[in-house]
């Protein structure tokens, strides 16, 4: 019953190697979002997807892309990791128009790179 | 630049007492405003949202928005120990993303309930 889910929930992994989070909801959104939450716990926004299309892209650095097979899916692919990438990663969704836009957050993963 | 201000802590309060948490934003454009809390380790939840001037109550809960002053708060009544957690204030501003755009939280003030 949980309505934005990620997966993994932990991910250890080393500099230099590439990896994907994933991300679910089904409450029925079409906006989904990828936040980055660092060590003190500040929380920004990286992405923002609508009906499979970007519309928000911060300033990140282009080895993060993130990708939207369907308005319920949207997966974050980070490419040569960096000690920095170190941080937790929450996706999000919302209703467009709805409510004005009160986003739900999933469980978070966090992402260790040595 | 968008920011939103929110004084860290800890916030010590006593159970049974009134919480009193607060936060300021900087972009006049802001329309909607929320509170999350966060408990350690855990994801931000959504507790209260408001978007017109004074008072939205929900609870032991109330949001308090001043638009004039770019300020909304955020009063806990009948404070508990289960209250303990970080709260997030976050604003959202109107920009390229068309009722898409993130959310610009602040740093979060971490409250106590002393019992």
């Known amino acids: 019953d949980t309505a934005v889910s990620q997966t993994p929930k932990y991910l250890v992994t080393q500099m230099g190697n590439d990896k994907s989070i994933k991300c679910e909801q089904n409450?029925?959104?079409?906006?989904m979002y990828w936040y980055k939450q660092d060590s003190k716990k500040f929380l920004k926004i990286m992405f923002s997807?609508?009906?499979?299309?970007?519309?928000i892209n911060e300033t990140v650095p282009n080895r993060f892309s993130p990708k939207s097979p369907d308005k319920a899916h949207l997966n974050l692919h980070i490419n040569s990791l960096e000690l920095g990438d170190s941080a937790v990663y929450f996706c999000?969704?919302?209703?467009?128009?709805?409510?004005?836009?009160?986003?739900?957050f999933g469980p978070g993963t966090r992402l260790t790179v040595l | 630049q968008k920011e939103v201000e929110q004084n860290s802590g800890p916030l010590s309060v006593p159970e049974g007492a009134i919480a009193s948490l607060n936060c300021t934003y900087s972009?006049?454009?802001?329309?909607?405003f929320f509170w999350y809390r966060q408990y350690s380790g855990k994801s931000p939840e959504l507790i209260m949202s408001?978007?017109?001037?004074g008072d939205k109550e929900d609870g032991r809960f109330t949001a308090q928005l001043n638009k004039a002053s770019q300020y909304v708060s955020l009063l806990i009544r009948d404070s508990q120990p289960s209250d303990s957690a970080t709260y997030l204030c976050a604003v959202n501003i109107p920009g390229s993303g068309g009722g898409a755009d993130g959310l610009t939280f602040g740093k979060g003030t971490h409250l106590i309930i002393q019992p």
């Open positions: 997807y609508n009906n499979k299309e970007l519309i």
């Open positions: 999000a969704s919302s209703q467009q128009g709805l409510v004005h836009n009160e986003q739900f």
């Open positions: 408001i978007y017109s001037n």
């Open positions: 972009d006049r454009v802001s329309q909607s």
């Open positions: 409450l029925g959104h079409d906006t």
